[in-house]
């Protein structure tokens, strides 16, 4: 399969992002590195699944529009300080996740060890500290964040994924929202089977006592 990333891939991505609700309205951001180290970037106010490889923007490492018209997206220097932490990461995909970000908002660690997709595609995510979406703060604590990990999740925002191109960073993306998915419908199952348990032994000791 050929990997090389192009807009035309990028805008299928922003589809399948809406589609797969990891997304709404004009949520989330995408970006590829090209060869030459100008990177491709999705514009700030069009919805994800309505992308035109027109729409999208080229800029340089230092954020300025090389190509294109219209605003970046407001999280540009969360994709460029992400780029200069980690020279290997050729793509970067900025989500809602709706499943995976719940689990940041009840404060618990992520388990993506919980099933092989998770521990083996994924690896450890953690989880970076809340700072408000657009800031540079966001920009720089996402980029320690994904020094050693390729997936974080942001405290009440969303999440990042890297790869070493859009496809991947795409299916971390999907693959931490299907995690995030299990995880809540295990403790859900856990959770009801607890309260069974509980009511099976009140009605055998109430049984005891009625005899």
Known sequence: MDTKDTKKQLCRIGRKMKEGGLVV????????????GLIVITPSGVPKGELRPSDLLVIDSKGQIVKGK????????LHLEIYKARPDVKAIVHCH???ATAVSVAGLEFPSQIVTEGRDFLGPVVTVPFAEPGSMDLAIKCAQGLQ???VILMASHGACAVGSNLNE??????????????YRNAMTFHAAYEVMHEEEQVHSLADVFTL
């Open 25 to 36: 309205a004009c949520d989330g951001n995408i970006s590829y590195r090209r060869d030459d």
């Open 70 to 77: 219209g605003k970046a997206s407001s999280e540009t220097s």
């Open 97 to 99: 996740p709706v499943t």
């Open 148 to 150: 050693k990990v390729n």
């Open 169 to 182: 960073a795409f299916y971390r993306m999907e693959t931490l929202e299907s995690v995030a998915k299990i």
